[in-house]
């Protein structure tokens, strides 16, 4: 199994309501990773998890909330967004953060517009 | 710091003809090179990558890229283009010699494959 499985694939949500985002993977990958792209722009980063534990928090605002709770899964919890947070959320996974070498398996995406 | 250059927005090549995507990166230590391939509303897909060894590294799909250290470019090649492979290309690199890097992409390269 070489897949990262994101649901759902698309979401509507209002800027007061409270969503979540699943991603899940089953290769063993102990990094596992958050991006948002916007249209026709490369992925950005916001968050990595080594060993479940968050690693990397790219000055993401607190309306993201990620968590992962065990190796397979990591989830991003949405509050209070705003209609610029509209985009496309990859969530990816690769064997290793530190090790360099590794290519990033990603899943298909979550479209999220907010209105 | 690390960064990755892709000079051409868009490429157009007609089926069936040679095509090269264009890609240079600045890394102050061992570049670790990526190429990733993005079609429409889906995640990004890994084609091929440079870490060590031969300068020519073949990938999926028929993809090649060549690592040219003096002119700090990894060019993606195709020999005969097919038009399923129009589609958004990521270059991307990481600084090998720095633990807990990560990815940084390009800006990306459209490539539009006509009949």
């Known amino acids: 199994d070489t897949e990262v499985t994101q649901t759902p694939k698309h979401l509507v949500m209002g800027m007061t309501n409270k969503k979540s985002l699943k991603c899940e993977q089953h290769?063993?990958?102990?990094?596992m990773y958050w991006y948002k792209q916007k249209a026709k722009k490369p992925p950005e980063l916001m968050f990595v998890?080594?060993?479940?534990?968050?690693?990397i928090n790219e000055s993401v605002p607190s309306r993201f909330s990620p968590e992962c709770p065990n190796s397979s899964l990591l989830n991003l919890h949405l509050h209070a967004l705003q209609p610029e947070d509209s985009a496309l959320y990859l969530c990816a996974s690769s064997q290793g953060v530190w090790q360099g070498r590794d290519e990033a398996f990603f899943g298909q995406g979550t479209r999220l517009t907010v209105v | 710091a690390q960064s990755v250059a892709q000079p051409e927005d868009q490429v157009n090549v007609a089926e069936g003809n040679p095509l090269t995507v264009k890609c240079t990166y600045s890394v102050s230590g061992n570049p670790y090179l990526f190429w990733y391939v993005q079609y429409p509303n889906r995640g990004l897909q890994f084609l091929l990558k440079y870490i060590t060894g031969d300068n020519l590294v073949k990938g999926s799909y028929g993809f090649e890229a060549e690592f040219n250290k003096s002119q700090t470019s990894f060019h993606l090649k195709k020999p005969s283009a097919l038009v399923s492979d129009s589609a958004l290309y990521f270059c991307a690199v990481r600084d090998g010699n720095n633990a807990g890097n990560m990815l940084t992409f390009g800006g990306g390269t459209r490539l539009m494959v006509k009949p």
């Open positions: 290769m063993g990958h102990r990094a």
């Open positions: 998890y080594s060993y479940e534990k968050l690693s």
